[in-house]
Nanobody, 125 residues
Framework: QVQLVESGGGLVQSGGSLRLSCAASGNIVSINAMGWYRQAPGKERELVAHIASGGRTNYADSVKGRFTISRDNAKNTVYLQMNSLKPEDTAVYYC???????????????????WGQGTLVTVSS
């Protein structure tokens, strides 16, 4: 079994910063890419930032220059440093791990995508 556990959300004033973390646990053999998505009330889930296993990154236009995604492959952990936060960044942020291959018992599973439970980020004006 694989679990993604996010942390670091909370309430911050406009212009402030937060750092989100997402750790994948389980008998993981490999993870292809990892990413952060967000969903604001009444809106669809959207990609915020994405990082491939080799480190290549891409960002939503709305967060370029303000957010930075990074990952620690040895720890199966991805981070999202969010600076200069705006009220429109308010959303539930979800971590995603793509094409995860893992072992459970004596069997191999995957590749399959996994999602975290989400962490709420609220930016006050």
């Amino acid at each position: 079994q694989v679990q993604l556990v996010e942390s670091g959300g909370g309430l911050v004033q406009s212009g402030g910063s937060l750092r989100l973390s997402c750790a994948a646990s389980g008998n993981i053999v490999s993870i292809n890419a990892m990413g952060w998505y967000r969903q604001a009330p009444g809106k669809e889930r959207e990609l915020v930032a994405h990082i491939a296993s080799g480190g290549r990154t891409n960002y939503a236009d709305s967060v370029k220059g303000r957010f930075t995604i990074s990952r620690d492959n040895a720890k199966n952990t991805v981070y999202l440093q969010m600076n200069s936060l705006k009220p429109e960044d308010t959303a539930v942020y979800y971590c995603n791990a793509e094409n995860v291959i893992y072992v459970h018992g004596s069997s191999w599973y995957g590749p399959v995508d996994h999602w975290g439970q989400g962490t709420l980020v609220t930016v006050s004006s």
